[in-house]
Structure formats: structure tokens, C-alpha cells
């Protein structure tokens, strides 16, 4: 038995096809509704931004979508959502801040201000303790932040990577932020230094790297993305292989944590729990020849496009969403503690016309 959610979100029209499919496992709303949070998600592959919460009452599926051209990499910082996307960083601020709408939303999202960097791919994106965005600039290899005069600035980049190049040397994806706010540790398909190179070594080249002390710290990956500290644990989603784990920074070791059918991408926490994305993978050659595909022979199972919740603890699937129709990958996810209903105002809607708020100094 499952709960379920057939057809356009609410907040925007009806899409005619494919129709979009949401499913849950019986006690995923549930769940969502005791955590007290919501979660936020982006599909680039289908231009969407998701905000999934409950409605009142806590018994049923609240979803909320909007378009956004190529959403990637998301973060919050309880007040503000910042999401890259396909030329700029969009900083999101909830007006509402936890007064009820009339329709029951505890959240609105407004977009605030807006940072362009052109097509530099940009993927994972941080808050850091000034406030700062920080992203991953995944066309020139480097972790950088934005600027008020140029595209970006950068503020490292991997030791193989011998200088700025708009050519996507290694595919370096994500990052994770340490307890102070600073960018702790990188995900890249490969420590190479030469354009669009990294395809070559997608099934065991991937490596994560210390930034603070520019070495790497594991090595033999498959494709790693979604790098992320939670409770002074490194964990990784060994996208290739489709295994979330841990980092064993003593060994030098990926330790695995469980199976998922689909190619990960996107991982946030709530308590002990880690919420994980998967992707169907796509028939070309950046999936093609993953073990990955070896294991879900093996395993008779079906790839899936999907959020998975997963005890840290157990390595159990507890609960679920699944994605069925147009949406078939999925690229970040996000948590949204103590925000039940969220939605977003668009760009080019009437309801950006009409929301003002004034900063009282």
C-alpha cells in the first residue's frame, strides 16, 4: 500500500505527458509529519524544483513544483535556499517565515537575490560561516564562490589539477562543509588533468580530497558525488556502484552502507537518517559499463528514480518516494527541518508582482 500523487503538482499547470507519478511507502508521510520537515529536491534532467512537505492534519502528501532552467546543487541555512542552476546561484528567502498562509504554507520562498555565472556547470553549493555561497564549478575543476564583478572567484582547487581551465578536467561534482562552515572535502571522477579526461576512468578513477590539507583521502570510486560530514562521519554516495557509505579517513577505505537501485545523486540527513536520491540511468556513455549496472542484474532489480531513507545505523530502506513519468533523475536533495508546507514563488508569476517585504533597521 502506498500513498500517492497523480498528475501536476500544485502551483503550476497541469503537465499533459508524460504524466508525473509521486509514490510513497505507507509510512513515509507519516514519518515526514513527526520530523516536523519537509524536503527539497531538484531534477535538471526535467527543469523542476520539488518541495514535498505534509498538508495539516500530517495524514497527507503536500508536493509543490516549480521550473527552473537546469536546477543542480541546493542548500539551507534554516532561513535562506540557495539552488544553482543553469547560469546563476539563486538565493531563496522564506517570507513567511513560519506564519501560516492561508492555503497552510509555513514557508514561502522568494527569490532574493541572484548571482550569474554563466554555464560553468556549477553542481554542489554551500553556505559558509560569513554567509558566503560556495560552489562547485565543475567546467574549470575548483570549488569557488560568487563575485560581484566577475562569473566567480576561486578558492581551491584539486592538487592534479594544474591550473583554471573552462574543461571539465576531472568532474569534480561536490563537497562537503565541515562543523566551522568551511569547505572540508571534494568528490571527482578522477584525479586527471586534461579536457572532458575524467570519462576514461568513471568505474574505479573517483577519489575524494581533503581541501584543508590537499591530499587525497580515498581512492577507487565509482563515479562518488554528494560528499557530506553529519555527526563528525564522512559519507559518500559511490554513485557508479550505487552503494551509500562512509569514508574510513584511518584506512583510506569506502565502507558501505547499503544498496540502491539507481545511480545516486543528492544526500541530506534528518537525525540518523540519511535521505539518498537515485537516478535511472541514462543510455549513454557517462553511465554505460558501471558496475552498476552488473549489480542490478544481479540483484533482478529495477533501476529507480527516487528519495530512499536510510538508517545510518541499520543500512535499512525505511521508507521512500518514487518518481515515475517525466521525472526520471534526480541530482540534490535537501532538508528542510522544522517546515512543514513549503512552496515557491516563481520568476515571472503574478505573485512576484505582489510580495514585498521592507528590512526594518
Known amino acids: 500500500m502506498t500513498e500517492s500523487l497523480n498528475g501536476a503538482a500544485s502551483g503550476q499547470p497541469a503537465t499533459p505527458e508524460p504524466p508525473l507519478a509521486i509514490t510513497t511507502s505507507r509510512q513515509f508521510v507519516s514519518w515526514l509529519a513527526e520530523a516536523g520537515a519537509s524536503l527539497a529536491f531538484t531534477t535538471y534532467q526535467s527543469g523542476k524544483v520539488f518541495l514535498v512537505g505534509t498538508q495539516a492534519g500530517g495524514s497527507k502528501l503536500s508536493v509543490f513544483e516549480r521550473s527552473i532552467e537546469r536546477p543542480m546543487g541546493l542548500a539551507f541555512d534554516g532561513r535562506r535556499l540557495v539552488l544553482a542552476s543553469m547560469i546563476q546561484i539563486t538565493t531563496f528567502v522564506d517570507a513567511a517565515n513560519g506564519v501560516l498562509t492561508s492555503d497552510g504554507t509555513d514557508a514561502v520562498f522568494v527569490p532574493q537575490v541572484a548571482h550569474y555565472t554563466g554555464d560553468v556547470d556549477a553542481h554542489d553549493v554551500a553556505i559558509d560561516a560569513t554567509g558566503r555561497i560556495v560552489f562547485a564549478n565543475t567546467l574549470f575543476s575548483c570549488l569557488a564562490t560568487v563575485s560581484e564583478t566577475h562569473s566567480f572567484r576561486p578558492v581551491w582547487r584539486p592538487p592534479f589539477v594544474s591550473r583554471l581551465a573552462p574543461e571539465d578536467r576531472c568532474h569534480l561534482n561536490g563537497f562537503a562543509m565541515d562543523g566551522q562552515g568551511r569547505p572540508a572535502y571534494a568528490t571527482a571522477v578522477a584525479e586527471t588533468d586534461l579536457a572532458d579526461a575524467w570519462r576514461e576512468h568513471r568505474t574505479g578513477g573517483g577519489v575524494v580530497v581533503d581541501v584543508a590539507e590537499n591530499r587525497i583521502v580515498c581512492r577507487g570510486l565509482s563515479m562518488p558525488h ?111 527541518p522544522g517546515i512543514r508546507r513549503p512552496a515557491m514563488i516563481g520568476f515571472k508569476s503574478d505573485e512576484i508582482r505582489r510580495t514585498i517585504s521592507v528590512e526594518v533597521t
Do not use: K, M
Request: glycine residues 10%; contains cysteine.
Open 226 to 336: 554528494s560528499p557530506r560530514l553529519h555527526e563528525g562521519v564522512l559519507y559518500v554516495l559511490n554513485s557508479g556502484t550505487g552503494e551509500f557509505g562512509r569514508v574510513d579517513l584511518a584506512t583510506a577505505r569506502f565502507a558501505p552502507i547499503a544498496f540502491c537501485p539507481g545511480y545516486l545523486r543528492g544526500l541530506s540527513f534528518l537525525g540518523r537518517f540519511a535521505i539518498v536520491g537515485l537516478s535511472e540511468p541514462r543510455g549513454n556513455r557517462t553511465f554505460a559499463g558501471l558496475p552498476l549496472q552488473a549489480r542490478l542484474e544481479a540483484e533482478r532489480a529495477v533501476p529507480r528514480c527516487a528519495l530512499y531513507l536510510i538508517d545510518t545505523q541499520t543500512g535499512d530502506v525505511v521508507h521512500w518516494l518514487r518518481l515515475e513519468g517525466v521525472v526520471s533523475e534526480l541530482y540534490d536533495v535537501v532538508a528542510l
